[in-house]
């Protein structure tokens, strides 16, 4: 994958995550079928603010795989 792609795809889950934590999303699928789909499959017993924690971890995971494929290219598989 290419430092292209891989931003990217980087930028695509970010936004997402932070349309769930920041804009409004975790409300909007508290409670819902899809948000054992979009978030986890545990997540429709979960409320609005356990699927905010959840996407505040998400976020941080990825950001740490996003550096770490940054600097080492092997590790983009990963990604």
């Known amino acids: 994958m290419s430092l292209t792609e891989l931003t990217i795809a980087y930028l695509i889950n970010l936004v ?5 934590v920041r804009w409004g999303g975790a409300e909007w ?3 819902t079928f899809t948000s054992g789909f979009l978030v986890h ?3 429709p017993r979960w409320s609005a603010d356990g699927i905010k924690l ?5 976020i941080l995971i990825s950001t ?6 940054v600097f ?5 598989a990963f990604f």
């Open 64 to 69: 740490i795989l996003f550096t770490v494929a």
């Open 54 to 58: 959840f996407g505040w971890g998400a």
């Open 72 to 76: 080492f290219p092997d590790y983009r």
């Open 29 to 31: 699928l508290e409670g």
């Open 16 to 20: 997402f995550w932070l349309w769930i």
């Open 41 to 43: 499959i545990f997540a």
